[in-house]
Structures are given as structure tokens and as C-alpha cells.
Nanobody, 126 residues
Framework: QVNLAESGGGLVRAGESLTLSCAAS????????RGWFRQAPGQEREFVAA???????VYADFVKGRFTITGDNAKNTVDLRINSLKFEETAVYYC????????????????????WGQGTQVTVSS
């Protein structure tokens, strides 16, 4: 079992940038798939970005080059850099991981992940 802990959230102004970090303990993140999701108030959790087991990066369509997901194997972390934040991107951002053997599941689906962090709040002021 892996323990995931997000950090880096906070209050920012629209147009500013932020880097979220997810630190893992108990397992090596790079041995599985890892991703970021977000959930705005009153809305369902939605996919943001992921790194598959084979190291391929996947992004949601709305990212449009503003988000970058990176894995740091030495630190056992997965980071999400967000540029040009928008007011409507206020949400709780969650880190997720999956270590299913032989998995070819959809990296954009929340059901593909077994382990989740507690989330970090990102609030964007207009």
C-alpha cells in the first residue's frame, strides 16, 4: 500500500502559476501509473494529467499546454505545474496511483486508480 501526500496548493490570482507536488511512501511511484485529478465545488472529479506505467504523459483536453506533469524518481514524487491559472480552476487537486500488474486501463479514468491522496486546495481569485 502506498501513502500519497499532496502539497503546494493555496490562494493565487488568475494568471499566476503554481506547482503541486505529490510525495509517495511505501511504494515506488515510477513502478506504476500516477495522475492528477481535480474536483470543483458541486462538480464531479475530473482527470487532469497522468504518467502511465510506461512513462507516457497524458493530458486532459482543457490543459492546452498550460499544465506539465513530471515524475521525480529520486524523490518519489509526481508534480503538476499549472501556468496561467483561471478562476474556474478553483478546486481540490488530488494525486492518484495505480500498481495493478499488467494493467492497460484508461489513465484518464478515476476507476483506474486504487490509491488517492487527501487533496490540496487551489483557490484562484479573479
Amino acid at each position: 500500500q502506498v501513502n500519497l501526500a499532496e502539497s503546494g496548493g493555496g490562494l493565487v490570482r488568475a494568471g499566476e502559476s503554481l506547482t503541486l507536488s505529490c510525495a509517495a511512501s511505501g511504494r515506488t511511484l515510477s513502478s506504476g501509473a500516477r495522475g492528477w485529478f481535480r474536483q470543483a465545488p458541486g462538480q464531479e472529479r475530473e482527470f487532469v494529467a497522468a504518467i502511465t506505467r510506461r512513462g507516457r504523459t497524458v493530458y486532459a483536453d482543457f490543459v492546452k499546454g498550460r499544465f506539465t506533469i513530471t515524475g521525480d524518481n529520486a524523490k518519489n514524487t509526481v508534480d503538476l505545474r499549472i501556468n496561467s491559472l483561471k478562476f474556474e480552476e478553483t478546486a481540490v487537486y488530488y494525486c492518484a496511483a495505480s500498481f495493478r500488474s499488467g494493467s492497460s486501463s484508461d489513465p484518464t479514468a478515476s476507476t483506474s486508480y486504487d490509491d488517492w491522496g487527501q487533496g490540496t486546495q487551489v483557490t484562484v481569485s479573479s
